[in-house]
């Protein structure tokens, strides 16, 4: 392959050599947050940006085959000097490993985004990668090549909002009111698995079955409607987006550690060309108006038990459903940081510290008295 694959004016992207592997380390630890740079490595087939001498960007373009025979190819790590964004760095960087992997009979690509990331989405979107459903991945690749292509694309790296983005994007339109219903009754499967390994449900009886499924099933619908009408409040077109890679590591720590890790999945604008930035005013009120309703959920499973005068059933359901409740509102509040910064407590984090400060309060003695 030529060295130089693309020379705009002012920029060029070239292959790395052997002598800035070092230099485009230091890159990674500017251009990611503290410890999202703690497994890169430059492998040879790095392209770099370079700026009058200077790295300012890296991107990792990789082959791999599915089972099907299929030759694709996934980008990795791009990255950019905070410096130089919005001089159109990403973007040549992702053209460039685009023809790179086209140039070796790519016909397929794949990039994983986190969610938030709007400004490495809006540089795929631009060239013409959309999010595949799972629904998606699996009518092209079958079940068992979604698999492989989770593995080849390190989605199961423990980010739990990151979706897979693909060129050509998909080719029908998925339901958003599918993923959230399945992804509800999913996490509800993991959450009695949880309780069953951890010890705090006994017995998988029809009753304890039924208050386990409707518990995260209410939670999480009472998560999506706050944060439902709170967006029509604010006037912004929203729609739900599963966490699909999520699942494996929620039903391994359930059967590994007995503990239930909530994958609800999250709302995001309609559009792929969002800015995170300029929206945070209008997701912050979001994400808060969901988080107080996991609260409220549960501390009201926690104190209705105490009023006394309830059914034993009842007070064993509501238990069950404090449970499902506090473990949600822990990482919907308490963790606004790789790798849970898909939660809401990101969003209200970049909103308005005092807004955080109070959900945090308020899940933190919930933590501490509810136990």
């Not at 998988?204 to 208050?211: I, K, M, Q, R, S």
Request: hydrophobic share 50%; proline share 7%; glycine share 12%.
């Amino acid at each position: 392959m030529d060295e130089e694959l693309t020379n705009l004016p002012a920029i060029s992207v070239r292959l790395i050599r052997d002598d800035e592997e070092r230099a485009v380390k230091t890159l990674a630890g500017r251009a990611f947050p503290p410890l999202g740079n703690v497994f890169f490595s430059p492998l040879p087939q790095t392209l770099v940006a370079e700026r009058d001498g200077q790295l300012v960007g890296a991107v990792v373009p990789k082959l791999f085959t599915l089972p099907d025979g299929r030759r694709c190819g996934v980008i990795f790590w791009l990255m950019t000097a905070p410096e130089t964004r919005g001089l159109g760095v990403g973007g040549r960087l992702v053209g460039a490993a685009l023809r790179s992997l086209e140039m070796r009979g790519c016909r397929e690509v794949f990039a994983c985004v986190e969610g938030f990331n709007t400004g490495s989405s809006r540089l795929f979107a631009a060239q013409g990668f959309t999010i595949l459903s799972f629904w998606e991945q699996c009518r092209r690749y079958g079940l068992p090549g979604t698999f492989v292509l989770w593995a080849k694309t390190s989605r199961f790296g423990g980010d739990v909002g990151h979706f897979l983005w693909a060129r050509p994007g998909a080719s029908r339109p998925d339901s958003p009111a599918l993923q959230c219903w399945i992804g509800a009754f999913l996490s509800a499967l993991i959450f009695l698995v949880a309780g069953w390994r951890g010890g705090w449900i006994e017995g998988f009886d029809p009753a304890t079955v039924l208050g386990g499924v409707a518990a995260v099933v209410a939670l999480y619908g009472l998560r999506e409607v706050a944060m439902r009408l709170a967006a029509r409040s604010q006037g912004l077109s929203v729609r739900h987006r599963a966490w699909e890679a999520a699942f494996p590591w929620s039903l391994g720590i359930a059967l590994m550690l007995g503990w239930f890790f909530p994958a609800p999945g999250s709302v995001y604008p309609r559009s792929d060309a969002w800015r995170y930035q300029a929206l945070i005013p209008k997701l912050g009120p979001i994400a808060f108006a969901g988080a107080s309703a996991v609260l409220v959920f549960a501390w009201a499973a926690w104190a209705l038990p105490r009023s006394g005068g309830l059914p034993p059933e009842v007070a064993t359901w509501l238990r069950v459903a404090h449970t499902a409740g506090l473990s949600l509102a822990l990482l919907e509040v308490l963790v606004p940081f790789s790798p849970f910064v898909s939660f809401g407590g990101r969003r209200v984090w970049d909103w308005s510290r005092p807004a955080w400060g109070a959900l945090a309060v308020a899940a933190t003695t919930l933590f501490l008295i509810g136990r």
